[in-house]
């Protein structure tokens, strides 16, 4: 069954140049439609806070239209346009805030698209995809560029059909700094001659997975987390995987070394930059 909401069947009326919002929807079982609720707004309301409302095509039968949004998405819609305190839309789902923010969009209620653009910021990690697909589509660069960390190991491939071209080349370079930052991490390693450095040494480069490992909480708890190696298992030597030997000190100060090494480099990664792009 489709999760697509049913038409909201909306009437425009009202003297003095007024509109009543008789919000209307239809039963699932073809009953008689019943009222869910009714809105008055005067044209200079709609006029000061929305670009799109009332639709270009009303039927002369009655000022009657159809929207394709759900009656409970218009409810919220329609009380921003009241001088009045805005309801609050904290609790809405990902669902429900990414429906109603595409009815913000289409029908222009410049009250509501910062607040639709903050709402979303608590689903940039969640929902990272369905945001970059709704951002780059209304130009949120806010969002855009918040989201480009967050999905640093994201193959491009997984955004070709997401990212617009004008942001496609922008995205691929930001995420190429960060694959040759990876590349870059065997490159950087200090020489040293201890008996466990060589051991610590190929243990670290093992542990990169992805770029985000090298982002500065990562880089500490996983690749350079307690300076300690793991040897080789030889049952013949008595000397099992699962013990860990610390590294002398002198080995402990190059990691060091090391660590700051690619920390250096990853700072230096520019953020994404589409100014270019959005121009």
């Not at 049913?6 to 019943?34: A, H, W």
């Not at 093992?206 to 708890?221: F, H, I, R, W």
């Amino acid at each position: 069954m489709s999760s697509t909401p049913p038409p909201t069947f909306v009437k425009f009326e009202g003297p003095n140049n007024d509109f009543k919002f008789d919000i209307t929807l239809s039963s699932p079982l073809g009953r008689k439609q019943s009222s869910v609720f009714e809105f008055h707004l005067e044209k200079k309301y709609l006029k000061a806070n929305s670009g799109a409302l009332p639709p270009a095509k009303i039927s002369t039968d009655e000022n009657v239209v159809y929207l394709s949004e759900s009656s409970a998405t218009l409810e919220i819609l329609f009380q921003f346009m009241y001088p009045r305190r805005y309801p609050s839309i904290n609790e809405l789902t990902f669902s429900a805030l990414i429906l109603l923010a595409k009815a913000v969009e289409k029908y222009e209620v410049y009250s509501m698209i910062y607040a639709c653009q903050v709402r979303l910021q608590e689903f940039l990690v969640t929902e990272s995809k369905a945001v970059l697909a709704f951002s780059t589509k209304h130009h949120y660069m806010n969002l855009i560029i918040q989201l480009a960390p967050i999905m640093v190991d994201t193959p491009i491939s997984e955004l070709a059909n997401i990212l617009p071209s004008r942001y496609f080349k922008p995205w691929s370079i930001y995420r190429e700094s960060w694959l040759d930052a990876m590349l870059s991490v065997a490159k950087s390693v200090s020489d040293h001659s201890c008996n466990n450095w060589s051991l610590f040494v190929k243990q670290v480069l093992t542990l990169p997975e992805k770029p985000s490992d090298l982002q500065s909480a990562n880089l500490g708890s996983k690749l350079f987390s307690d300076y300690k190696v793991k040897p080789f298992a030889s049952k013949s030597k008595g000397i099992f995987s699962d013990v860990l030997i610390p590294l002398d000190q002198c080995c402990q100060s190059k990691a060091q070394e090391w660590k700051t090494k690619i920390s250096l480099q990853v700072n230096d990664i520019p953020p994404l930059c589409i100014k270019a792009a959005a121009s």
